[in-house]
């Protein structure tokens, strides 16, 4: 039901757009509370010559004044609107007394404009200026950001939309861009120091010993497991609501940032997930939503009520609001702690409910890896060390004593009512399970009289090119291809939820060849540490880049060794997610892996040295990162 701002509030809001320099002043227009959303040309840089000044300003969000660093005074930065086909020049002037740079997500640019230091560029010195110049390829709704220290968490972000050279094939009557962000009273540097101090410090949702006696979360049996491998099943996601705050164009909660239609129009809404470390769950409430782009380019129409998107992934979504009625939209961060949101409506100053945050998830034996034991759909046949004879002392009739409620995931092991199983005289049974051994140095793990050999979560020989040390916490026993999921936490939510295998690109793909070769790639990490890599190498312990001839097809497949999803980017390209789909597989630049999850893609190498790394801003910054060196069958460089 609708619900009107108080007196109160709107006569704060009204203070506020009267006095004028205070919004004004930190947010650009298109991006403006209880804006009169109008469709037509926003206020905007666009142009083929562009300067933007990169600076120390100041934001206010809710009511409170935060330090940041922004673009021409603005935090998120202005939209740059670009059209295909143009030829762009953009200054961008350093102020600070560091050095900065932008890099064009999603935009297929030269390697040398890609704007990473270090790799593409040197950077922009303090007190200095740099063009870029590249012609713009594309089209669709992308964002650019700040690949310089932690700038990106300080403010340093903002939308792209590249407008077709023809007619645009998605029809809409009006649009409004809708830029997802945290923002923290922490300086992205300070956060990071918390995390390495403590990985869980940001974590306020732990299990407890009241909610153990309250028959909540995991029972105690799960819970003296998952503490004997040091592992924390509430650990979803690194930096949390207990700092953040999270934002639409700038605006928190509180500030209720609106977007205008009439009803019965076709409503556009760019959604970029620009935040440095949230995973966004995106939903209206009483209003489906059909995605229509993903990552900037066309798929075939698909309705769904919610999607999750990690760092730097886009939607372009159409909604059809058919009554004078407000509707909320709800950015809820993965681990529940606190959402974004949005109003569209007919009038400004009117609200709709904000749903209350869900109850978080908690990991399962399926993020750990274990997705293999899925009893709802596992094939013993695919189990390698499965002993099959050993399977006639499990009772399968008391499978139907599961406990398939609300704790349960697709059958998976966190659900189980373990009392009600019978489990075997093995002395590797679930209840007599050497917990330590289970975590660092194997053994069986039975699980109803079956022998479980290959659940040691640290068997480096279900993965021989990742490099054992402490930065590598665990090796996914089972990882599995979660591509048809929702995503985590939201397996039972009881609506359409977006799936990857949903998404079908809209055009036949330009390069449909088959994979000259194949490349596995683990993402590893020790979550207690706050050790991030590749393989087990973090960046600075990297000898080598990732070689790859220039035009060749290489099938790329990214197993997740983590309990925590990883956006992974590669920049300078797009590649096809592996999804049944063919010729019209989904083209994107970031994909989420689950985890315990794996994700296959083809791409197609473009010359140059193009940075690869996870999105989470403080897992690239702890090691997650590589660089992929493409050159021609000569070896020269691009």
Not at 561 to 590: C, N, Q, S, W
Request: proline share 6%; charged share 20%.
């Amino acid at each position: 039901m609708d619900t009107r701002i108080d007196r109160r509030r709107l006569m704060r809001g009204a203070g506020l757009a009267g006095a004028g320099a205070a919004m004004a002043a930190w947010l650009p227009a298109w991006a403006r509370g209880m804006s009169t959303g109008m469709h037509g040309p926003l206020p905007t840089v666009s142009g083929d010559d562009i300067t933007l000044r990169i600076g120390r300003t100041a934001m206010t969000v809710d009511g409170r004044t935060l330090r940041a660093v922004g673009v021409n005074g603005t935090v998120p930065a202005p939209l740059i609107r670009l059209r295909e086909g143009q030829n762009a020049r953009i200054h961008v002037v350093n102020e600070l007394d560091e050095e900065s740079s932008i890099h064009w997500h999603g935009l297929i640019v030269p390697f040398q404009m890609d704007g990473v230091p270090g790799i593409a560029f040197p950077g922009i010195a303090p007190r200095s200026t740099f063009t870029y110049e590249f012609p713009v390829v594309q089209a669709g709704t992308y964002w650019y950001h700040s690949h310089s220290g932690f700038q990106e968490q300080d403010g340093l972000y903002g939308p792209i939309v590249i407008d077709p050279k023809d007619a645009d094939p998605v029809k809409a009557d009006r649009e409004h861009v809708v830029v997802l962000s945290d923002h923290s009273p922490l300086s992205g540097g300070a956060i990071f120091d918390r995390l390495k101090k403590e990985s869980g410090y940001f974590n306020r949702q732990r299990q407890t010993l009241a909610g153990l006696l309250a028959g909540k979360d995991q029972p105690l049996e799960e819970r003296l497991m998952w503490g004997g491998m040091r592992m924390d099943p509430t650990d979803v996601a690194d930096v949390t609501g207990s700092t953040y705050t999270y934002l639409v164009n700038g605006h928190g909660p509180r500030d209720n940032w609106t977007g205008l239609f009439r009803p019965g129009e076709r409503v556009r809404l760019r959604i970029i997930n620009a935040s440095s470390m949230t995973t966004f769950n995106v939903r209206i409430p009483g209003l489906p939503m059909t995605v229509v782009h993903a990552d900037g380019l066309a798929v075939r129409p698909v309705e769904v009520d919610e999607f999750q998107f990690g760092p730097a992934e886009t939607y372009d979504v159409i909604v059809t609001p058919p009554e004078e009625r407000a509707y909320t939209l709800v950015g809820e961060s993965v681990d529940r702690s606190g959402l974004a949101r949005m109003t569209l409506a007919p009038r400004a100053g009117m609200a709709a409910a904000v749903p209350a945050l869900r109850k978080r998830p908690v990991a399962t034996m399926k993020d750990m890896g274990m997705g293999g034991h899925d009893m709802g759909t596992m094939d013993h046949g695919s189990m390698p060390a499965m002993d099959h004879a050993s399977m006639s002392g499990m009772d399968h009739g008391s499978m139907s004593g599961m406990d398939h409620g609300p704790g349960a995931t697709a059958g998976g092991m966190a659900g189980m009512d373990h009392s009600k199983m019978e489990h075997g005289t093995s002395a590797s049974s679930m209840t007599g399970m050497d917990r330590s051994a289970m975590g660092h140095a194997g053994g069986d793990m039975g699980m109803g009289g079956m022998a479980m050999g290959d659940m040691n979560m640290r068997d480096f020989s279900k993965a021989p090119g990742v490099k054992r040390g402490p930065g590598v916490q665990t090796i996914s026993p089972m990882p599995v291809d979660r591509t048809g999921e929702p995503g985590q936490g939201l397996e039972d939510v009881g609506h359409r939820v977006l799936t990857y295998r949903d998404l079908v690109a809209l055009d036949r793909n330009p390069d449909v060849r088959a994979p000259s070769r194949s490349l596995e790639i683990h993402l590893t990490g020790n979550m207690e540490r706050y050790m991030w890599s590749f393989d087990g190498e973090k960046y600075s312990e990297v000898k080598a880049p990732i070689p790859f001839l220039a035009g060749e097809r290489v099938r790329v497949t990214l197993v997740n060794d983590t309990m925590m999803g990883h956006p992974i980017h590669l920049h300078g390209h797009f590649f096809e997610l592996v999804t049944g789909k063919g010729a019209y597989a989904p083209r994107k630049h970031t994909v989420l892996v689950q985890p315990g999850g794996k994700v296959s893609w083809d791409v197609t190498a473009n010359e140059g040295d193009w940075a690869f790394h996870c999105h989470m801003l403080f897992h690239m910054m702890a090691g997650m990162m590589q660089t992929v060196q493409v050159r021609s069958a000569k070896g020269e460089a691009a």
